[in-house]
């Protein structure tokens, strides 16, 4: 599915301020993986999505991608708008992933078209009946709302309608970057039964960052944790379910010779 190759990821080499964002990382993530990422701020997650996505271009190393019924192929220097045809991403704030001065039913069609590349989709009668069946599936009642414009809505709503309309653009990978942590805890969890169920129904690889230790334990098939800008463990199926959070903190204690009053610190 994606594959990176020794890549790392540098600001401001040749400068006090250098920082290495990313060490030599290598990575391979199979398709229908759903992978959780943990670690401390500044420990490279983010900047493991922006190498995958496009957004910043490695320093050095190589990224490769193979989608169904192709081969795969190298995308290190391949633009990040031509990677979000097949790579989707949902970030922290809801409001990211909204035009908020759109209407709902524009909002929709915006992403409906990128599932379809290459097509003529008009916004037509038969196209309003489709997006309204499909956000009844929130259950938050938006079905009802395709003339309002998205700024209307709360940040639960918005969040979970970034979700649909990212799956409903048949992506490839779909990252998430702790997509639920601006929401409270009502909306935060319907988002992560969505995501669950949108991931099953429509057979996705998805990779989560999250500083929910609970959620990074109890979802998907592999965990990876990440300090100064390399994996330091990734364990899979079997090892995972049989998890707590005191093993993941004695893990990283382990491994960086150091002690920790809490998983909090450890995820701060």
């Known amino acids: 599915m994606v594959r990176l190759d020794r890549v790392s990821l540098v600001f401001g080499s040749g400068t006090a301020d250098k920082n290495e964002a990313l060490r030599q990382l290598s990575l391979q993530v199979f398709p229908g993986d759903f992978i959780t990422i943990i670690g401390s701020n500044g420990a490279g997650k983010t900047s493991l999505y922006n190498v995958i996505s496009g957004m910043h271009a490695v320093t050095s190393g190589r990224v490769f991608i193979s989608q169904p019924g192709a081969d795969e192929r190298e995308i290190t220097r391949e633009a990040e708008w031509k990677r979000a045809r097949y790579i989707g991403r949902i970030f922290q704030n809801p409001l990211l992933g909204t035009a908020g001065r759109m209407t709902l039913a524009d909002n929709m069609m915006i992403y409906h078209r990128k599932g379809y590349r290459g097509f003529r989709i008009s916004l037509n ?105 390399r994996i330091i463990l990734d364990i899979g199926p079997g090892e995972k379910e049989k998890l707590r959070v005191a093993d993941i903190v004695e893990r990283f204690r382990t491994i960086k010779k150091q002690e920790f009053a809490s998983d909090e610190i450890l995820l701060s």
């Not at 929401?183 to 169920?197: G, I, Q, S, W």
């Not at 998907?220 to 100064?228: A, K, Q």
Request: net charge neutral.
């Open 125 to 229: 009668q038969k196209m309003m009946e489709y997006f309204r069946s499909r956000l009844s599936e929130l259950g938050m009642g938006l079905e009802n709302r395709l003339g309002d414009n998205v700024e209307l809505f709360s940040g639960g709503q918005r969040q979970a309608l970034t979700l649909l309309m990212t799956v409903l653009s048949k992506p490839s990978l779909l990252l998430l970057d702790e997509h639920t942590a601006a929401l409270d805890p009502h909306n935060a969890e319907l988002v992560m039964k969505l995501t669950l169920r949108f991931a099953k129904e429509y057979k996705l690889t998805v990779m989560m960052i999250t500083h929910n230790m609970k959620d990074a334990l109890e979802q998907g098939n592999r965990l990876l944790m990440m300090d100064g800008g």
